[in-house]
C-alpha cells in the first residue's frame, strides 16, 4: 500500500499511483486552501483503494474528484473539520456521483445526473436538464443542506425508506427541483415556500402509504399533482404556522388541516377533508367534500 502525501495544491489526475490506502494532506496554513485533484478512474480499488482513508491537516484541505462515476461512500475521513471540502464535478454527460460521509460539494455538469449526497451537509447542484437526487436515509439530509435542480424542468427527488423514515426539508435549501417521487413507505415534511409555483409541484406516490406534510402560514395544495395517490391512504397533512394568523387552502384530494393559536382561515375545498382550527378565532369551510 501508498501514501499520497500533500503539502501544496497538485493535479495528481494524470498520474500513475497505484494501491494508495491513505492521502495525508500536511498544510498548515489556515490561510491557504490546499487542493488534491484526481480523476474518477482512478478510484477502482487498484489505482486508489475503495477505502482510502483521507487525512486532513490543520490547514485549510480540498479533495477534489472529477468524472462520470464517483462513489465516496466507503472514503475513510479523519481529522477533516468545517474548513475542508470535498468537490465532485460531474461531465457534460449523465453522471452517476455519490458522496462522501461528510459535507460534499456536488457539481453535475450539464447531464442528466443522478446525486446521492450521502451523509454531511451537502450542497448540491444538478446543472443543466433534468436531475435526480436520491435520498437513502433520513440520517443523510442535513440542517442547511443545499439542494438546487438548475436549469432542468423536471428534476427530481427521489426518497427511499419505511413508514418510519421522515424528510424533513424545512431546514434545508431547495430551488430549481420539481417533483419528489416516493419508493418506499416514507413522510416528508415542507415549508409552504418549497412547494407551488418555483418549487416542488408533484409528488408521485408507490404501492405504499406516504404522507405529505406542509408548513405554513400561507399554503395552498390546489396546484399541486398528487400522481399514483390512493385518496384515503395516501395523506396529506397541511399546518399552519406557530402562533401566526395562517390562510390554509386544500385541493380536490382529501386533506387533514390543523390550525395554529392565531386567527386561521381554513377552507378544504375538495376532498372529504378534516379540519382542526385549534386555537383562536377561526374561520373554517369544508368546501365540496
Known sequence: ???????????????????????????????????????????????????????????????????????????????????????????????????????DRINGGSGEDEILGGLGRDILDGGAQNDTFRYQSAAELVNGESIDGGTGAGDLIVLEGDSNTTYKFQKCTVVNVEVIQFEGGAQVELDASQVGAGGVTEFISNLQVNMVTIIGQT????????????????????????????????GGLQELFYGSSGQDTISGMGGNDIIIGGAGMDTLSGGDG
Do not use: C
Open 1 to 103: 500500500m501508498s501514501t499520497i502525501t500533500v503539502s501544496t495544491s497538485f493535479d495528481y489526475s494524470a498520474l500513475a499511483v497505484i494501491d494508495v490506502s491513505l492521502i495525508n494532506f500536511t498544510n498548515t496554513d489556515l490561510r491557504v486552501l490546499v487542493t488534491a485533484k484526481f480523476a474518477a478512474t482512478q478510484f477502482d480499488n487498484i489505482h486508489i483503494l475503495d477505502d482510502v482513508t483521507i487525512n486532513g491537516s490543520t490547514g485549510r484541505n480540498r479533495i477534489e474528484v472529477g468524472g462520470a462515476v464517483v462513489e465516496g461512500a466507503t472514503w475513510q475521513f479523519t481529522n477533516w473539520s468545517a474548513n475542508d471540502v470535498v468537490l465532485i464535478n460531474g461531465t457534460h454527460n449523465a453522471d452517476l456521483l455519490g458522496g462522501t460521509m461528510v459535507g
Open 219 to 250: 399554503v395552498s395544495t390546489a396546484g399541486l399533482a398528487f400522481t399514483s395517490w390512493t385518496d384515503g391512504e395516501d395523506r396529506i397533512v397541511v399546518k399552519a404556522q406557530d402562533g401566526v394568523d395562517s390562510v390554509l387552502t386544500g
